[in-house]
């Protein structure tokens, strides 16, 4: 079975920062493109940052470009989101998500990842 799990969503005030994690087990973490979603309330989710695994490869949207950071720890099979400037809009429930990077395929569509986690609650207010 397959699992990610995030963990590090808190309630902090405006201009803050929080690093959430996305642990992973349960499949091989190499090759793998591993995402991060958010869901305000009422909104559709979407996507913020994504990292091809034990490459380095990041993608961000323009929404998140600047102000997070997706990085990894090969050796804890774990990926991080950095954020930094945090803002009320911010404030959402993140999700990690993950599917293994066929011809290097890594990118931040919703559609192309298979694995999800529970999610973590970020809260920015002022």
């Known amino acids: 079975r397959s699992y990610l799990t995030e963990t590090g969503g808190d309630s902090v005030q405006v201009g803050g920062s929080l690093r959430l994690s996305c642990a992973i087990s349960g499949f091989t973490y190499r090759n793998n493109c591993v995402g991060w979603f958010r869901q305000a309330p009422g909104a559709e989710r979407e996507g913020v940052a994504a990292i091809f695994t034990e490459r380095g490869v990041t993608r961000y949207p323009g929404s998140a470009k600047g102000r997070f950071t997706v990085s990894e720890d090969i050796a804890k099979n774990t990926v991080y989101l950095q954020m930094d400037s945090l803002k009320p809009e911010d404030t959402a429930m993140y999700y990690c998500?993950?599917?293994?990077?066929?011809?290097?395929?890594?990118?931040?569509?919703?559609?192309?990842?298979?694995?999800w986690g529970q999610g973590t609650l970020v809260d920015v207010s002022s």
């Open positions: 998500a993950a599917h293994f990077a066929y011809g290097g395929r890594c990118e931040i569509l919703e559609s192309d990842f298979k694995y």
